[in-house]
């Protein structure tokens, strides 16, 4: 079953704008890591942010996380149409039993317009 | 390094058949996860091995099985097959598998079961 939403389900802009995508989550997290799938293939690893951690930048990506509120964003700045992908947030439970386990949302479906 | 690599990359079977898939991991990974993905239900895992042994387990029934070899490489069998178990199988590895991790995933096997 999948841990919670992503928000919103497709997102479409100009190339150089922002993009915004929203995550959220059941249960209690070790940490919390956005994934990229370009056009039904591997998923590519971003970011992962820790459950201790309320921010986190790598590049043009900036991830903030709330866990009082179980939910996760993942902005991209200057968007480039290259960014055009599905992006999925994925969970790793706290705990000691989540062994390998990422726990995925829905994902996000961005297209960037050159 | 060689990323993760995923043999055969398309296969077409029939139901009621069986079908076994490989995965192997980027050098120095020990723990192999696997996931399905579909476009009802997202992308979900399936189990994850870790020197040989399964450590953690999806909510897939007993006809999905897999194992792992000494040397990490992964393969996943699925037995009488159905139309539903149509997906991209993916797997993924990481050092060791205890959180926190990231995965690097292969570029999948897309099954058609007809």
């Known amino acids: 079953s999948q841990q919670g939403e992503e928000d919103p389900q497709a997102l479409s802009i100009q190339e150089g704008e922002n993009a915004t995508m929203n995550c959220s989550y059941k249960t209690s997290i070790n940490n919390l890591q956005w994934y990229r799938q370009n056009s039904g293939r591997g998923l590519v690893h971003l970011i992962l942010i820790r459950s201790n951690e309320r921010e986190k930048h790598s590049g043009r990506l900036r991830v903030t996380l709330d866990t009082s509120k179980k939910s996760s964003s993942l902005l991209i700045t200057a968007s480039r149409a290259a960014d055009t992908a599905s992006y999925f947030c994925?969970?790793?439970?706290?705990?000691?039993?989540?062994?390998?386990?990422?726990?995925f949302g829905q994902g996000t479906i961005l297209t960037v317009h050159p | 390094k060689a990323g993760v690599t995923q043999t055969p990359r398309y296969l077409i079977k029939t139901r009621g058949q069986q079908v076994t898939l490989s995965c192997s991991p980027i050098s120095g990974h020990r723990s192999v996860s696997w996931y399905q993905q579909t476009p009802g239900q997202g992308l979900q895992f399936l189990f994850e091995y870790f020197s040989e042994t399964q450590r953690n387990k999806g909510n897939f029934p007993g006809r999905f099985s897999g194992r792992q070899f000494s040397n990490s490489r992964s393969e996943m069998n699925v037995s009488t097959l159905e139309l539903g178990d149509s997906a991209l199988y993916l797997c993924a590895s990481s050092l060791v598998g205890g959180a926190p991790y990231e995965q690097y995933f292969g570029p999948g096997t897309r099954l058609t079961v007809t």
């Open positions: 994925a969970t790793v439970g706290a705990g000691g039993t989540s062994y390998g386990k990422l726990t």
